[in-house]
């Protein structure tokens, strides 16, 4: 490569929970450079998942990562060119890149949904998603099933 690598953004933890995995996921959600807006968005989103799970004894943000670890894909597959053919090669996610495919899923599926406001439609896919059902569960088990339907093509793994 001629240019040399970007270097990776330092992001800072959330004001509330200081973790770093919120504000990736905040910034995934924002629109328009309206982060206070994103912010409160999610926050009601997990005041909401705490209501609706009142039994559970973890806490909403604990709710929230075993939700995003149901929906993050181990492997995908990608087009490869050989010899005037497209196959599908199945390759395995750089971790970098399964939390962010994750989180974008979970948002899209969340704003596709029905309901009110952003923070229920998010509430809900967060519940379905820790209950191993939705739209982005149902999207990681169809990216494995492609990739399992293309191991034969894995040997052209780039």
Not at 87 to 107: A, C, G, H, W
Not at 113 to 122: D, H, Q
């Amino acid at each position: 490569m001629r240019k040399a690598k970007p270097k990776k953004r330092q992001i800072l933890p959330d004001p509330v929970y200081g973790d770093v995995r919120v504000t990736k996921f905040v910034n995934h959600l924002m629109y328009d450079g309206k982060k206070n807006t994103a912010y409160e968005i999610f926050y009601s989103a997990l005041e909401n998942v705490k209501a609706k799970l009142p039994n559970e004894e973890k806490s909403a943000l604990e709710i929230w990562k075993a939700a995003l670890d149901n929906i993050t894909p181990q492997v995908e597959v990608k087009s490869r060119r050989v010899g005037g053919a497209t196959f599908q090669v199945p390759t395995e996610i750089r971790p970098d890149r399964k939390e962010s495919v994750s989180m974008k899923n979970l948002i899209l599926y969340s704003r596709k949904r029905g309901g009110k406001t952003m923070s229920e439609k998010l509430c809900a896919e967060i519940v379905d998603a820790y209950n191993n059902q939705g739209g982005a569960y149902k999207r990681k088990e169809d990216m494995h099933r492609m990739a399992e339907a293309n191991r034969a093509f894995a040997y052209f793994r780039f």
